[in-house]
């Protein structure tokens, strides 16, 4: 099935591709939001998106 959707005979980089990613997504770790704010590094980042977010609902620009 990957062979005719790509319309190539050697898809063996791809699933190599997909394989990796799998094992990323593995070895990542979760965190709660409140470790995403105690971390420095990220809180101004996650404050940030979370006004421009909050501001959006408010405002009703999903809306339009």
């Known amino acids: 099935a990957f062979q ?3 319309g190539k ?3 063996s ?3 190599e591709e997909v394989l990796a990613e799998s094992r990323v997504q ?5 965190v709660s ?3 995403l704010l105690r971390t420095r590094a990220v809180r101004w ?6 006004v421009t977010m909050g ?3 408010l405002c009703g ?3 339009v």
């Open 45 to 50: 980042q996650v404050i940030t998106v979370v």
């Open 4 to 6: 005719t959707f790509l």
């Open 9 to 11: 005979s050697d898809v």
């Open 33 to 35: 939001i409140l470790q």
């Open 55 to 57: 501001c959006y609902q």
């Open 26 to 30: 593995r070895n990542t770790k979760l």
């Open 13 to 15: 980089h791809e699933v």
């Open 61 to 63: 620009l999903n809306a």
